[in-house]
């Protein structure tokens, strides 16, 4: 009863919004409405999204699965003179789920604090920052450090931040930082939307260096990334110890019309790490990883504005899981919902252990209406090593390499411009050898953003 109640509720939201009231030439703001004093702004979404799966493919989770989930996030800033401050909280609940469904600690996260922070602005063009407190961050592509779009609950880091945009163009970040750990972690706790406070701690710390120049020669920009974890396990939290440094650069070549674009993302690990988060795994392993990502796109001529991309991702897996070397690739805080399909309940793939080719196509058909395939094959890097997130894993070698194919679709409708999205999507997974699966995934979701 309580969770029909629920999802009554949840509808009753998405379709509440969609009112004549909000069809105006300009989105409509809160903040417009609320005459606030002079330095403060107010804004926020609300996103309700269900999802199905058939056909699973992860070990000990439910074959078939289902999950309605609403997403607020409300955000608060005052900024004046140069000074800046922030609030922005986040509440995320789920129903539907069940017993055996997949659920991890990104799957709710009941009225917490995103953002708290403040920050200075100086200099002669206010062009350098320094921001300390509670802040999500994104860096570059996002491949390594991001903030959730697609996923329920993003990444945070409680710390210190430095940002310096130099005249010529240049765009120089550093960070120090603990990473948040979102709480409940629990299943019993996440299928009952139990609220805990989300915690960091000295046990987990981690540092940032990122520097964008401006475009060198031929619309070509240059990333250049360090990444330092450090962890240790404490009374309260297990870790895998990792004590890696991650060095990398980006070239990128902006999309135009009739003319190839590109980017190429190398990043290299070393270090050491544990094999598991266990009190009783005691081994330090020398950790070496690579990722590759190369992409060539060409853009179409037309009002469509469609896009078509060939890439190929190239994460190094683990070669001997009972040696004391590890090359499995850890991607950090990044994402991949942009590159291996959604995540949510689904989320196959991540950014280890794999070789992946595919296509992807982008096409606007009509205004305020933007349309994704992409298809893909997949083969693991190393055979010893785990497939993505599903817990599947030929310790001998023996199974071939290759997974399977992918293909995944999605369309987005700006129903009322700046107001109100509607998105659909799904995707299909053909496994062969480690699994003989046809999964479908499907999701449909609104977006009203004030």
């Given amino acids: 009863m309580l969770k029909g109640n629920i999802q009554l509720a949840i509808l009753a939201s998405m379709m509440g919004i969609v009112t004549p009231s909000f069809a105006a030439d300009a989105p409509w703001r809160l903040n417009d409405v ?13 996103r309700a999204r269900f999802e199905s ?25 005052y900024e004046k003179d140069g000074f800046g401050a922030q609030l922005e909280l986040i ?8 017993v055996d469904s997949i659920l991890d600690s990104s799957t709710i996260n009941i009225l917490d604090i995103q953002q708290a922070n403040v920050s200075y602005r100086f200099g002669e063009s206010r062009n350098t920052s320094v921001k300390i407190g509670r802040f999500s961050a994104d860096y570059g592509s996002r491949r390594l450090v991001a903030r959730h779009r697609f996923g329920n609950a993003p990444n945070a880091f ?6 310096h945009r130099g005249e010529s163009g240049y765009d120089l970040r550093l960070m120090a930082t603990q990473p948040v750990r979102r709480l409940p972690n629990s299943r019993a706790d996440i299928l009952d939307n139990e609220r805990e406070n989300d915690k960091s701690g000295s046990g987990q710390q981690f540092y940032a260096a990122y520097l964008a120049l401006p475009e060198l020669r031929e619309d070509i920009t240059v990333n250049l990334f360090a990444y330092s974890m450090r962890e240790k396990d404490t009374a309260s939290v297990n870790t895998r110890n990792r004590d890696h440094d991650t060095v990398g650069f980006r070239l990128l070549r902006a999309p135009a019309v009739q003319r190839v674009d590109f980017e190429v993302e190398s990043a290299y690990q070393n270090g050491t790490r544990r094999g598991s988060t266990s009190v009783f795994d005691r081994i330090d392993l020398d950790h070496e990883a690579f990722y590759q990502y190369l992409m060539f796109g060409y853009s179409l001529p037309g009002l ?9 991702s190239y994460a190094s897996g683990d070669k001997n899981p009972f ?23 689904y989320g196959v793939i991540d950014r280890h252990n794999i070789s992946t080719p595919g296509v992807r196509v982008v ?5 305020g209406v933007d349309v994704m395939i992409s298809y893909r094959h997949f083969w693991l890097a190393e055979s010893r090593d785990s497939l993505g997130r599903t817990g599947r894993q030929d310790a001998t070698g023996k199974t071939d390499n290759y997974i399977g194919q992918h293909l995944e679709a999605r369309v987005r409708w700006d129903a009322i411009p700046g107001n109100l999205r509607i998105e659909t999507g799904g995707a299909w997974l053909h496994t062969e ?4 699966e046809n999964t479908l995934y499907a999701y449909a979701a609104a977006t009203f953003t004030f």
């Fill in 158 to 163: 409680d710390g210190l931040e430095f940002q």
């Fill in 53 to 77: 799966l058939s056909n699973n493919v992860r070990l000990g989770t439910s074959k078939n699965d289902e999950i309605l989930t609403l997403q607020t996030f409300l955000n608060t800033r």
């Fill in 363 to 367: 096409t606007y058909p009509k205004t």
């Fill in 91 to 98: 509440d995320v609940r789920q129903a539907l789920a069940d």
């Fill in 323 to 345: 040696d004391t070397n590890s090359e499995s690739f850890d991607s950090l805080f990044g994402v991949t919902t942009f590159e291996f399909g959604p995540t949510g309940i």
């Fill in 34 to 46: 609320l005459d606030l004093p002079d330095g403060f702004s107010i804004n926020g979404s609300q």
């Fill in 433 to 436: 050898n480690l699994a003989d």
């Fill in 304 to 312: 469509s504005r469609t896009r078509v991309m060939f890439e190929y």
